[in-house]
């Protein structure tokens, strides 16, 4: 469903990912996990089609992000880490008003808004001010943004930095509940959050990849904790000495 290809960013002389490669399969929950810095951010932005690659390419369903984009974003939801939501609006004219620029027909933006509205769990709350909700509800018109024109792919950057406990565990629970049907990216450096809910797992650091595979095959004798450290200190501690040898 989605295919990373040789994924390079520059901005000037900072690289912010290089060379990066990476496949999520129809209906799975990957995984992105990084450090902070480490590139994850940028990743998403270039695949959601928010900002352009230096070079590589990403396909989703077999369409190129960048020779196809109107076809892929038609496909993909996107939360990013601060979901551009409207704080004057109601929750119900917020999401008639995303539903209409994803190109939902009149006759079919009502079933779509009561559709979201019910999976996310925010029919108490459909004539509220948005911006008069508590944080955790927030992310769920957030997420219902992402799911009002029903896609095939959701990508979610950080979807709950900032939530308290019992919000924390709704909106996993939801996540959860979206998957299956949908290809689902989770862009995090939470790895509790990765081990309950995610069956592949890509880790980045310093703007590469330094892991790709399953999360079982990965945690067979190691917690993920234990395997995130030791990929992300392996790398550092090969990267160091071509650092100290380019100091004058």
Do not use: W
């Not at 940028?42 to 076809?71: C, H, L, N, Q, W």
């Not at 939902?104 to 509220?128: H, M, N, P, Q, S």
């Not at 996993?172 to 049907?181: N, P």
């Amino acid at each position: 469903m989605i295919e990373v290809r040789n994924l390079t960013k520059r901005y000037g002389d900072l690289v912010a990912i290089r060379d990066i490669s990476f496949t999520a399969a129809t209906g799975q929950i990957l995984g992105f996990l990084g450090p902070n810095g480490a590139g994850k951010t940028t990743t998403m932005r270039i695949i959601t089609g928010f900002m352009p690659a230096t070079s590589g390419t990403v396909k989703v369903a077999g369409y190129d992000i960048f020779d196809d984009s109107y076809e892929v974003r038609k496909r993909i939801g996107y939360l990013p880490e601060n979901p551009p939501l409207y704080n004057d609006m109601s929750v119900v004219g917020y999401l008639r008003f995303v539903g209409k620029i994803r190109g939902i027909a009149k006759a079919e933006l009502g079933d779509a808004v009561d559709r979201v509205l019910g999976t996310c769990g925010l029919a108490e709350v459909t004539g509220r001010i948005v911006g008069h909700l508590s944080k955790g509800y927030r992310q769920r018109v957030g997420l219902a943004q992402a799911l009002i024109h029903n896609p095939a792919v959701l990508v979610l950057d950080e979807p709950t930095i900032g939530l308290d406990p019992r919000q924390i565990i709704d909106i996993r629970t939801l996540i959860r509940e979206l998957a299956g049907e949908r290809t689902v990216i989770l862009s995090t450096h939470i790895l509790t959050e990765v081990a309950q809910l995610c069956e592949k797992v890509v880790i980045i650091n310093r703007g590469h990849i330094v892991v790709e595979n399953m999360l079982a095959a990965l945690t067979q004798t190691m917690s993920l904790e234990q395997v995130f450290l030791s990929y992300i200190t392996k790398d550092s501690s090969e990267e160091q000495p071509a650092a100290e040898a380019a100091v004058p």
